[in-house]
T-cell receptor
Framework: NAGVTQTPKFQVLKTGQSMTLQCAQD?????MYWYRQDPGMGLRLIYY???????DKGEVPNGYNVSRLNKREFSLRLESAAPSQTSVYFC????????????FGPGTRLTVT | DAKTTQPPSMDCAEGRAANLPCNHS???????VYWYRQIHSQGPQYIIH???NNETNEMASLIITEDRKSSTLILPHATLRDTAVYYC????????????FGTGTSLTVIP
């Protein structure tokens, strides 16, 4: 049982390049989330997926797209990376029973130059 | 979901109890108080949650005031490994999907 896994762990992009961050969970959770965390800041929700086949915007969705490929996988795509998207990206899934807590992945550290 | 207010930083001596406060004056009747912590650069980790009653688990205790407008997370015997950022979140438990983490309290446990 690996929990929530994310790839890659580190990535450097040039402005304008695109990339996809991958996330997978093996806990059979319905809901999955993507957050970003800037230095010295808390986490901000980018997108979430309440269940397979559905996605919704969070606080800061601009510049990102997501795909809920199946129940296990939820990917985050940057179509044209900008320096303002330099951040640590965390994926999470939420337990389906009480206390409905979130489980987080180890994060992807992205730098856009 | 109601927003929360936490002090930006706190220190605690190793072996002492760490008491981390959180204000949530606009909390609704069906909203729970959740606490998470984030140890340097890792993903946040769930600690405890509660609705009205005080709660205790193997990690911590949660004290919620009678009017539910504030709460305190207690780490009874802080260790150096408890140095982390602690987030207080208020939300409906099993519905809704927005989690607002805020900036949390940075707790430093001092040897």
């Amino acid at each position: 049982n690996a929990g929530v896994t994310q790839t890659p762990k580190f990535q450097v992009l040039k402005t304008g390049q695109s990339m996809t961050l991958q996330c997978a969970q093996d806990m059979n959770h319905n809901s999955m989330y993507w957050y970003r965390q800037d230095p010295g800041m808390g986490l901000r929700l980018i997108y979430y997926s309440a269940s397979e086949g559905t996605t919704d915007k969070g606080e800061v969705p601009n510049g990102y797209n997501v795909s809920r490929l199946n129940k296990r996988e939820f990917s985050l795509r940057l179509e044209s990376a900008a320096p303002s998207q330099t951040s640590v990206y965390f994926c999470a899934s939420r337990a389906t029973g009480s206390p409905y807590e979130q489980y987080f992945g180890p994060g992807t550290r992205l730098t856009v130059t | 979901d109601a927003k929360t207010t936490q002090p930006p930083s706190m220190d605690c001596a190793e072996g002492r109890a760490a008491n981390l406060p959180c204000n949530h004056s606009t909390i609704s009747g069906n909203e729970y108080v959740y606490w998470y912590r984030q140890i340097h650069s890792q993903g946040p980790q769930y600690i405890i949650h509660g609705l009205k009653n005080n709660e205790t688990n193997e990690m911590a205790s949660l004290i919620i005031t009678e009017d539910r407008k504030s709460s305190t997370l207690i780490l009874p015997h802080a260790t150096l490994r408890d140095t982390a950022v602690y987030y207080c979140i208020v939300r409906v438990s099993n519905t809704g999907n927005q989690f607002y983490f805020g900036t949390g309290t940075s707790l430093t446990v001092i040897p």
